[in-house]
């Protein structure tokens, strides 16, 4: 059974820029989270995908955007970036069904805007 | 919505002692409570939860206890090691909904 696999695992982008990450869920899961977690803090809902819908929104501004695919994995994009975006991103994925409600989280990516 | 609160921000402990981490919540409707561990460059890894229909649940050291009355529930390590230092996160939820955490505990325990 393969985890949550994210990537890059480390990324510089200039204030203004546009940004993409990857995350492929762990086999068996449908359900795709993600979360952003600033230094010394708690991790912070974004959204959720389910059926390649978004399926629940934290708050967060329209330039955080999402995908996600048929095979469940999944992309965050955030637009216009700013340096406050610093943070490490965490994917999550979990099963919708069967009662259990755990979530895998991945390694995360940590995007530094300078 | 959600609101989690943690107790302490920062834990240090000799080896072998007990450390003890609590939280708060706020919607009584939540029913799934996880705790994870999180070491450094890592994401969060699962390590006990419980559902509101439980009162404790244990596995070897840790335990977890869950007070629906008071909205709170606790973590506790027994026997403490060097490799259980690490941030020790808690959170909520409302069955298959969101995650709502806590800041956070750094355990550090001392040799």
Known sequence: ETGVTQSPTHLIKTRGQQVTLRCSSQSGHNTVSWYQQALGQGPQFIFQYYREEENGRGNFPPRFSGLQFPNYSSELNVNALELDDSALYLCASSLQTGGDYGYTFGSGTRLTVV | ?111
Not at chain 2, 10 to 23: F, H, M, N, P, R
Not at chain 2, 32 to 41: A, H, N, R, S, V
Not at chain 2, 72 to 95: K, W
């Open chain 2, 1 to 111: 919505g959600e609101n989690v609160e943690q107790h302490p921000s920062t834990l240090s402990v000799q080896e072998g002692d007990s450390a003890v981490i609590k939280c708060t919540y706020s919607d009584s409707a939540s029913n799934y409570f996880p705790w994870y561990k999180q070491e450094l460059g890592k994401g969060p890894q699962l390590i006990i939860d419980i559902r509101s229909n439980v009162g404790e649940k244990k596995d070897q050291r840790i335990a977890v206890t869950l007070n629906k009355t008071a909205k709170h529930f606790s973590l506790h390590i027994t026997e403490t090691q060097p490799e259980d230092s690490a941030v020790y996160f808690c959170a909520a939820s409302r069955g298959y909904s969101t995650l709502t955490f806590g800041k956070g505990t750094m355990l550090l325990v001392s040799p």
